[in-house]
């Protein structure tokens, strides 16, 4: 049975301090939004601006009451979470492959990476109706508009990662007699672990990007949905109360990768 690690009174008091400064910095956290939305409520309440207008906490609380009671919430939350997280999912891996692809062919990496610039600056909003023509106005191509906006972008985070690994490491192992998958799988792959965290970390922003992108063209039925309808409608309430879960669910999204990362991290060090 292993035996606790035990620590010197001085490390103790710097583990206290180093949790304190944490709490502390939580709370501010805490403290900054409370005062934002306090603010956000008299503004709208003492009518310095039109709450019609900015609309107020109250006002989108009360709205997302209303599309709870109703059961349109949990229909348009449910619709717009399975599209990013599918779109995600398939941006990523499709993404971590061709990078991979492009890791062990350097004459296809030299040949493409020249259209993959290219496609990345390329504005994804303006293929809206090739998407239409493509997959007409359902889920379809919601999902397509996702991958879309992550694919190359985690194409090119995970390429920058497996080529950072160290040449010197590279060398090593080859004169040792190890194949190229025994490199891959052996240092490359394992090195490039923090970059395929701060790509998920990325994609997470982009595939809510690419979702309501794409619910904004052809969705009858999401938070985007929701948005476009506000806004034509002038439900400003509305359409402030579908950007708030918006964000909610986005940071709800980061906040699991970031914990997946604690675990790898976690694990690494007891291995």
Not at 41 to 67: C, H, N, T, W, Y
Not at 201 to 223: D, T
């Amino acid at each position: 049975m292993k035996k606790k690690a035990e620590f010197s009174a001085e490390h103790r008091l710097f583990l206290r301090r180093e949790k304190q400064k944490t709490l502390l910095v939580q709370a501010l956290r805490a403290g900054v939004l409370l005062l934002i939305l306090g603010i956000w409520e008299l503004i709208a309440a003492l009518q310095i601006v039109d709450p019609f207008i900015i609309s107020s906490p109250s006002r989108i609380a009360k709205m997302i009451g209303q599309l709870a009671a109703d059961g349109s919430l949990f229909y348009h939350v449910g619709t717009t979470l399975w599209e990013t997280m599918l779109g995600f999912a398939i941006a990523v891996a499709l993404g971590t492959s061709v990078a991979l692809a492009l890791w062990w062919s350097e004459t296809a990496r030299r040949v493409l990476e020249p259209y993959i610039v290219v496609l990345n600056s390329l504005p994804k909003i303006a293929l809206g109706p090739v998407i239409i023509v493509w997959f007409g106005t359902g889920a379809e191509a919601i999902v397509f508009m996702t991958v879309l906006v992550g694919i190359i972008v985690a194409t090119m985070n995970m390429l920058n990662g497996f080529l950072a690994t160290d040449k010197n490491k590279i060398l090593l192992l080859e004169s040792m007699g190890a194949s190229k998958w025994q490199i891959l799988r052996k240092l490359v792959i394992p090195s490039a672990l923090p970059d395929f965290i701060g790509m998920l970390k990325i994609c997470v922003g982009m595939a809510w990007i690419g979702s309501i992108m794409g619910e904004y063209i052809v969705s009858r039925a999401g938070l985007g949905y929701l948005i476009v309808y506000g806004g034509q409608v002038f439900k400003l309430d509305l359409v402030m109360a579908a950007t708030f879960i918006l964000c909610v669910l986005a940071a709800g999204m980061y906040a699991l990768v970031a914990l997946a990362e604690k675990l790898i991290v976690k694990g690494n060090r007891r291995g």
